[in-house]
């Protein structure tokens, strides 16, 4: 669970009083909750204990794990009887596997005026069309304004899932695939998924009309809470967050910038889509099959989902409820945005985002395999391959190793076909030395058998004057 414990214990009691039962509830970290459930879903009945770990009767997970959990058959998907007006994930060969909560929806939070300018500057005013349209929004305000050049845009590479979310977009931007469902095989190697990658790489840099170089884009291997901590110090000119960050944002303006805030919260900020195409995930309620009480537990990951208390409580803190008509941004922008133009257009640009945005491909290795380490650990290189810039002009043929490299390493590990391949490379020199050996040893007898045939016998008549 998320938002406030409190808030949501208060909600849980409510519901226990109301159904007369007695609920164990766990708060538990996004990465202790899914060892949690592995290592329930690896153990058989009979070696559960009473005292021991069990699956729970309903757990909020994650929308890339779904699928996992489905073909784990560990879930209890919405019975083909059951009618209602809330929206459900489905997997493919299955509908209905969970009930929809939490949209997790990225925008671009940028400073239109830096605290540190002169108030009445001209805004800067960036064009989130597409990633060309926002780069030059840019160097074309820095070109106006030399004397108060702006910071870079940032992309923070610490290891976490957020590489991967944060580089899918880059891809389909561009007009590439970064994953086939059907085939369960990754694509982000090909030229067009590679377009807006080293589009980025040509231009992280720029130079000024007195020939000084400035960035417009940096690449620091910092999480994206130390960049949340720099943007927030006007460090960075721009970053990449959830919608919950609005509201953290306009708090913590009042608190860093006070002597600022007699302008206004929104003379400053400034929020806008990603440029091309967006992503977003979230999280589901899920019924585990296992459970004792099928009908309440369903009950409860309704009442969880779509309870007017609960998803205010989800909308109050900037996590978007799944079953909200306007996903909560309402509530969310009553608090500190106006009414009127400004208001609207923030409002309806979020609304039209989160209908827009793309989700991952929902396939069983997302958890277990593609967000493992070792996976990080290959995006981060691409990343690095993109921050490195283009000086010596190898962004492309250094961007296009590092996500051939990558993008081989993981369908080795997903993708049937390109796993035997891997196998026979693997396995070449043995194989190799095993085929030249028995073709020795079929020459060595196919020899010998040609000599022994070919010797001539003693000639009848010789034998016959002996």
């Known amino acids: 669970m998320i938002v406030s414990q409190k808030a949501v ?27 949690y459930l592995q290592s329930a879903l690896g153990r058989s009945e009979s070696e559960i204990k009473p005292d021991s770990m069990r699956l729970p009767d309903v757990a909020q997970v994650g929308d890339t794990w779904v699928a996992y959990l489905h073909e784990k058959d560990a879930l209890m998907h919405r019975p083909d009887t059951f009618s209602d007006q809330l929206s459900w994930r489905s997997v493919p060969g299955r509908m209905n596997v969970s009930l929809r909560y939490i949209t997790d929806l ?7 005026r830096l605290p540190g300018h002169a108030p009445d500057l ?26 108060a050049v702006l910071p870079p845009m940032s992309f923070p590479l610490a290891l976490t899932p957020n590489l991967i979310h944060d580089y899918a977009p880059l891809v389909w931007s561009g007009g590439g695939r970064f994953l086939d ?62 919608v919950s960050f609005i509201s953290r944002w306009a708090a913590s303006f009042a608190e860093l910038h006070a002597e600022k805030s007699r302008y206004g919260f929104w003379h400053y900020a400034a929020v806008a889509k990603l440029p091309g195409q967006s992503w977003k995930g979230g999280s589901d ?27 205010e409580h989800l909308a109050q803190a900037g996590f978007m409820p799944a079953q909200m008509r306007d996903f909560g941004i309402g509530i969310l922008l009553d608090a500190m945005c106006p009414e009127g133009k400004q208001r609207q257009e923030l409002a309806t640009m979020i609304e039209n985002e989160v209908r827009m945005a793309r989700e991952h491909s929902p396939i069983a290795q997302w958890p277990t395999f593609i967000e493992s380490v070792e996976v990080l650990n290959g995006f981060q290189r691409l990343w690095r391959a993109v921050g490195q ?19 081989y390493s993981i369908n080795r590990n997903i993708h049937l076909r390109t796993r035997v391949g ?17 073709f020795m040893f079929a020459f060595y007898l196919g ?3 040609c000599n022994h045939t070919s010797s001539p016998e003693p000639a009848r008549s010789e034998r016959f004057r002996d």
Not at 106 to 112: A, D, G, S, V
Request: charged residues 20%; hydrophobic residues 45%; glycine residues 2%.
């Open 422 to 438: 891997y196998f026979i490379l693997q396995w070449a020199w043995l194989l190799l030395s095993i085929l030249l050996i028995f």
């Open 106 to 112: 990225r925008l671009l939070f940028y400073w239109k």
């Open 9 to 35: 214990l208060n909600e849980l009691v409510r519901f226990a009083q109301e159904n007369h039962v007695h609920l164990h509830v766990r708060f538990l970290s996004w990465c202790r909750a899914f060892s």
């Open 447 to 449: 020899f010998g058998f």
């Open 122 to 147: 001209e805004p800067f005013v960036l064009d989130p069309t597409t990633w060309e349209t926002a780069i030059n929004s840019v160097v074309s305000y820095n070109c106006q304004h030399e004397d």
């Open 389 to 407: 810039g283009d000086r010596d002009n190898s962004a492309r043929l250094r961007i296009q190793k590092a996500a051939h490299d990558l993008e």
């Open 285 to 311: 309620p899920a019924v585990f099959r296992h459970t004792n009480h099928p009908d309440l537990a369903l009950k409860l990951a309704r009442f969880i989902a779509s309870d007017a208390n609960c998803v």
């Open 181 to 242: 469902p059907r085939k369960q095989k990754m694509l982000f190697s090909s030229d067009q998924a590679l377009a807006i990658p080293v589009f980025l790489a040509r231009n992280a840099s720029m130079k000024g009309s007195a020939n000084n170089s400035y960035k417009v884009l940096s690449f620091p291997e910092i999480s994206h809470e130390e960049c949340c901590y720099h943007f927030l110090r006007a460090r960075f000119l721009a970053t990449i967050e959830q």
